[in-house]
């Protein structure tokens, strides 16, 4: 049992008959009253976030996890299916569970979280940046370029991304899966 101190970004705490992962926190100290924490949590079986508020020294139900890399396989209709690196076994994943999974290519490793105790997968986190082949690209407008202007383009995996008018097809960038930005050409 752990309790409000505890608290940390990336926790699984078991709470309101689910798992939910803390995406953010911020322990208040008001000047009166007791203290407590904020919360941000974010269901790892359904992907709801909620904001929820702890006092302090509030008991919470800690969730006992486990990462490994992945190798992502293909996807269909449903979710997603990974091999484990190690002993080769193939685990599916349902689509609500990883987030910006758009930017995900086959062969590609996946961190898995795993439930400690009966090894079911809760989450899945790709990569902070990809690198992608540009397919399709908007034609630029000329003299358009004293500004960051910025044309739709079509990566390999079927996403759509903003990026500068000098990408054509056939490029390599690099994309933040975060928030799906442009980051650089690669050459």
Known sequence: MA????IK????????NDIYKVIEFLHVKP???????RTKLKSVTNGKVL??????????EEVKVITRKFQYLYDDENGFHFMNNDDFTQIYINKEMIENAQFMKAG???????KEADEAPLSAEIPPTVTLE???????VKGNTA??????????????VLVPLFIEPGEKIRINTEDGSYIERIK
């Open 134 to 140: 540009v397919i399709e690209a908007d034609p630029g």
């Open 31 to 37: 000047g009166k009253g007791p203290a407590f924490v």
């Open 51 to 60: 904001d929820n508020t702890f006092s302090a020294g509030h008991k919470i």
């Open 3 to 6: 309790t409000t101190a505890d």
């Open 147 to 160: 500004t960051n202007a910025l044309k739709n383009a079509i990566v390999e995996t079927g996403a759509r």
């Open 108 to 114: 590609e490793e996946v961190t898995i979280v795993l």
């Open 9 to 16: 970004k990336g926790l699984c705490i078991e709470f309101s």
